[in-house]
T-cell receptor, first 114, second 112 residues
C-alpha cells in the first residue's frame, strides 16, 4: 500500500505566475485536504475535497482553487502568485471526511515565489 | 473560535530525560485532539489522537498525552527521550468543517 505522494518536491515561481501542485491519495481514501505551512508556522487549512466536491474551505482567497479526480488524486492551483505564497504545501488523505478518520500527510511541495 | 496554543517554541532535553510538550486548545464542543511530528523535509506523522473515553492516550514511539478538559490542555509526554525524537511537534484540534487547526509547533532538540 503506497502512502500519500506529492509532486513536485520543489518549485520556484515568480510573482504573478500560476502554479499547480499534485497529490496522490493513499489507496482507498476518497478525501483530500490541502494545507499551507509557512516557515516557522503550523499548517493552515486551505480546503478539503470529498468525492470530487469541495467539502470545506479555510480562510484563503479564491485564487487558491482545487480539483479532485475520479481516482481521488487532487490538484491545488494558485493563480497570481504573491511572495507570501512561499510555503510548504501539504496534502493529506483520509478514508472519508468523518472526523474520526485519520489524515495521512504527504511529504509536501516546497514553493518559492520570487 | 477554534485555536491551539503551543507555548514553548523550542525545548532542549538530554537524551534519556523525560519530556513534556504543552498544548492548550480553544473549542466550544468536545474536541478531537491530535499530536503530529514533523522531521526535516518530511510530512506530518500522527503520534496519537483523542476523540473520547480514557483521557490518557497512548501513541506510537512511546509517546502519551493526557486530555484535561478543565485546563483545556492536551500535553504530550515521553518518559525517556531518544536522539531520534528531535523534530518539530504540532498539536492540532479538529474543528467544524473537518478543518484542522494547528499550533505553531515546538521544536525539540535532544543533546547527548
Amino acid at each position: 500500500e503506497t502512502g500519500v505522494t506529492q509532486s513536485p518536491t520543489h518549485l520556484i515561481k515568480t510573482r504573478g505566475q500560476q502554479v499547480t501542485l499534485r497529490c496522490s491519495s493513499q489507496s482507498g481514501h476518497n478525501t483530500v485536504s490541502w494545507y499551507q505551512q509557512a516557515l516557522g508556522q503550523g499548517p493552515q487549512f486551505i480546503f478539503q475535497y470529498y468525492r470530487e466536491e469541495e467539502n470545506g474551505r479555510g480562510n484563503f482567497p479564491p485564487r487558491f482553487s482545487g480539483l479532485q479526480f475520479p481516482n481521488y488524486s487532487s490538484e491545488l492551483n494558485v493563480n497570481a502568485l504573491e511572495l507570501d505564497d512561499s510555503a510548504l504545501y501539504l496534502c493529506a488523505s483520509s478514508l472519508t471526511w468523518d472526523r474520526t478518520d485519520t489524515q495521512y500527510f504527504g511529504p509536501g511541495t516546497r514553493l518559492t515565489v520570487l | 473560535a477554534q485555536s491551539v496554543t503551543q507555548p514553548d517554541i523550542h525545548i532542549t532535553v538530554s537524551e534519556g530525560a523525560s519530556l513534556e510538550l504543552r498544548c492548550n486548545y480553544s473549542y466550544g464542543a468536545t474536541p478531537y485532539l491530535f499530536w503530529y511530528v514533523q522531521s526535516p523535509g518530511q510530512g506530518l506523522q500522527l503520534l496519537l489522537k483523542y476523540f473520547s473515553g480514557d483521557t490518557l492516550v497512548q501513541g506510537i514511539k512511546g509517546f502519551e498525552a493526557e486530555f484535561k478538559r478543565s485546563q483545556s490542555s492536551f500535553n504530550l509526554r515521553k518518559p525517556s527521550v531518544h536522539w531520534s525524537d528531535a523534530a518539530e511537534y504540532f498539536c492540532a484540534v479538529e474543528g467544524t468543517g473537518n478543518q484542522f487547526y494547528f499550533g505553531t509547533g515546538t521544536s525539540l532538540t535532544v543533546i547527548p
